[in-house]
């Protein structure tokens, strides 16, 4: 569906939200608006502030609200995954939503979190899963959706993570080419992903001992504010490949825009929107 000349939204106008809260720091608005704009649809994209504990119901009343799709952060992934009436197999096997679509009447959880890291990493570091050996340092949600999609593209992961509880958990959904590691074991690694919050406050301890940093070693932060955290920065000092958190960003977006629209996303468009660099 074209969008109007003059940009105004009207009664054919199709809508699409960002629930969370905090909800005024997120990047999304502006990179699902360029994608719109890029492609000429009728589509608008806002940020919605829903208290923590009325994520399910601000879910549930999308279809009342006229919302095509959402995309939903923290702190109701979870709950929007009880709330919707089915779940993709992402989804279902990490029990948490960060997008949400509709098919007919139905709504469908669906979790492209993984996805967007596996695309970030293949475009920005050319490197392919398949056989990688990678070291996940967390065992949260973000971690978990990173674990998965690596394993399911073929890597074996190690989980290091200061309890062990949530690491064990994540192997036991990750599967068998997953573990529970220690720091030891971060020397045998090809790529490093940091999937802890540190490195989101100037005095944040590092995720890890850089004594363990090697030459062959790939570096990625899913942080992306800041652009460069400590451990980046360590990476950079040291001249290993590194990568920030934005690319997952964008490839998690880009995939909830195809899964709303059916349309391939316009990922150069998306970057650009947030000061990504893809050349
Ligand atoms: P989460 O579920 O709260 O998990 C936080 C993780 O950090 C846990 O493994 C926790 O370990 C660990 N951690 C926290 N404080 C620690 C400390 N002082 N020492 C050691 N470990 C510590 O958070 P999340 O949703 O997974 O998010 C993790 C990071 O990923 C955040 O920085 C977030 O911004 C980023 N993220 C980026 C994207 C993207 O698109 N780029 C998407 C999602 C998330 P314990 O289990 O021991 O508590």
Redesign the pocket.
């Known amino acids: 569906m074209l969008r109007r000349p003059e940009s105004v939204p009207t009664e054919s106008t199709r809508l699409a939200a960002v629930i969370g809260d905090p909800i005024t720091h997120s990047m999304s608005p502006k990179l699902h608006n360029a994608a719109f704009t890029a492609l000429g649809l009728d589509w608008m994209y806002v940020a919605c502030q829903v208290p923590k504990g009325q994520g399910g119901m601000a879910v549930s009343q999308m279809r009342q609200q006229g919302f095509e799709g959402l995309s939903v952060t923290?702190p109701h992934?979870a709950e929007a995954a009880s709330a919707v009436d089915q779940l993709s197999t992402s989804a279902s096997r990490l029990g948490v939503v960060?997008c949400v679509r509709r098919e007919g009447d139905q709504l469908i959880g669906e979790n492209t979190?993984g996805l967007?890291?596996v695309q970030a990493l293949r475009s920005e570091m050319s490197l392919d899963p398949n056989d990688l050996r990678v070291i996940i340092?967390?065992?949260?949600?973000?971690?978990?959706?990173v674990a998965l999609a690596l394993v399911d593209n073929g890597a074996h992961v190690g989980v290091v993570?200061?309890?062990p509880?949530?690491?064990r958990e994540l192997v036991e959904i990750a599967g068998s080419q997953s573990s529970v590691a220690g720091a030891d074991d971060i020397g045998h690694a090809d790529l490093i992903v940091?999937?802890?919050?540190?490195?989101?406050n100037d005095d944040?301890?590092l995720?890890m001992d850089l004594d363990h940093l090697a030459d062959n070693h790939v570096i990625a932060d899913?942080?992306?504010?800041p652009k460069q955290t400590a451990l980046l920065r360590a990476a950079e000092d040291r001249g290993l490949p590194n990568m920030?958190?934005?690319?997952?960003?964008l490839h998690?977006a880009g995939e909830q825009f195809r899964l709303w629209t059916g349309l391939e996303p316009p990922i150069k468009s998306m970057a650009e929107a947030v000061g990504l660099n893809l050349e």
């Open positions: 923290m992934k960060n979190d967007g890291f340092l967390g065992a949260g949600g973000a971690a978990r959706a993570n200061r309890s509880k949530p690491a940091n999937a802890t919050s540190l490195g989101m944040d301890p995720p899913l942080i992306y504010s920030n958190g934005l690319g997952m960003l998690q």
